[in-house]
C-alpha cells in the first residue's frame, strides 16, 4: 500500500486492523513515507522494512483495503487472505506505458483548452505531452536521481511548445506549456501530505508536502530555463 501511494495513517491502520482480527494485540505500528516499523503482539520483536521505490496504483490499495475489511469480518480466512495479498503484490495490473502516455497527451490537450486557450493549440498541448510524459517516464527508469526527470521532462515541453509556436503551430505559449505539464504535477503527493496532516501523522505529512514541492519546483525550474535562454 505504501509503494503505491497510499497514505501512512491507511498503512498503519489497516495494519493494526489485521492484527486485531488475527488477535496479535496489542500491536503497534509507526509508518513513514521510506519506512515501517510494526510490532504484534507483546513477546514477537518490532520489525523494520524500509521502502525505496514508490509510485501510484490505487487499485492495489484498494483491493488490499477489501481484503483487510474482509479478513476483519471474518468472510475470509487467514491462508486466503494471505494468497491474495500475495497476488495483489506481484500481479502488476497497471495500464501499459503506450496508454499512460496518450492519456497523459489527451489530458495535455483537454487542460491547455480548459486554461482557455484556442482550438489551435490543442494539438500542439497533446504533442508536448505526449512527448513531456514519455521522456518523465524514460528518465525516471533510467536516471536514480530525485526530481531530476520532472526538470528534464519540464524543459523539452517548454522546448517543444516554443518550436511550435515558432512555426506557427499554436499561438499561446504560455496556456501550452501550462497544459502540458499538467500531468507531472504531483496532485496525489500534495492529497496524502494534507490528509496525513490532518490525521496528526505530521512527519509524513511534512515530508510528502516537501516532496510535492520540491516536484514543483523541478517543474518551474525547467520552465523558467528555457525562458532563460530564449
Known amino acids: 500500500m505504501l509503494q503505491s501511494g497510499a497514505e501512512t495513517y491507511r498503512v498503519e491502520d489497516t495494519m493494526i486492523r489485521i492484527a486485531d482480527a488475527l488477535n496479535l494485540t496489542p500491536s503497534q505500528s509507526y509508518v513513514t513515507p521510506t519506512g515501517i516499523i510494526f510490532q504484534c503482539g507483546e513477546k514477537q520483536q518490532a520489525k523494520l522494512i524500509r521502502v525505496q521505490d514508490r509510485t501510484t496504483d490505487l487499485q492495489k490499495v484498494s483491493r488490499v483495503n477489501d481484503i483487510s475489511r474482509k479478513l476483519c469480518s471474518h468472510a475470509l480466512s487467514v491462508d486466503d487472505a494471505y494468497k491474495l495479498l500475495t497476488e495483489v503484490d506481484t ?39 505526449g512527448l513531456g510524459f514519455s521522456a518523465f517516464i524514460l528518465l ?80 518551474g525550474a525547467g520552465v523558467a530555463v528555457l525562458f532563460t535562454i530564449f
Open 140 to 219: 525516471h527508469r533510467w536516471v536514480k536521481v530525485r526530481f531530476f526527470a520532472e526538470f528534464v521532462a519540464s524543459l523539452l515541453i517548454g522546448l517543444l511548445a516554443f518550436l511550435l509556436v515558432s512555426i506557427g503551430v499554436g499561438s499561446q505559449l504560455d496556456k501550452i506549456i501550462i497544459g502540458s505539464v499538467m500531468p507531472l504535477v504531483p496532485g496525489l503527493l500534495i492529497t496524502n501530505a494534507v490528509r496525513d496532516l490532518m490525521a496528526g501523522h505530521l512527519v509524513s505529512g511534512l515530508s510528502r508536502g516537501a516532496e510535492a514541492f520540491l516536484t514543483a519546483f523541478a517543474i
Open 91 to 129: 500481479v502488476n495490473r497497471a495500464y501499459p506505458v503506450w496508454v499512460q502516455i496518450a492519456a497523459a497527451a489527451l489530458s495535455s490537450g483537454c487542460f491547455t483548452y480548459m486554461f482557455k486557450a484556442g482550438l489551435s493549440d490543442f494539438i500542439p498541448g497533446v504533442l508536448c505531452g
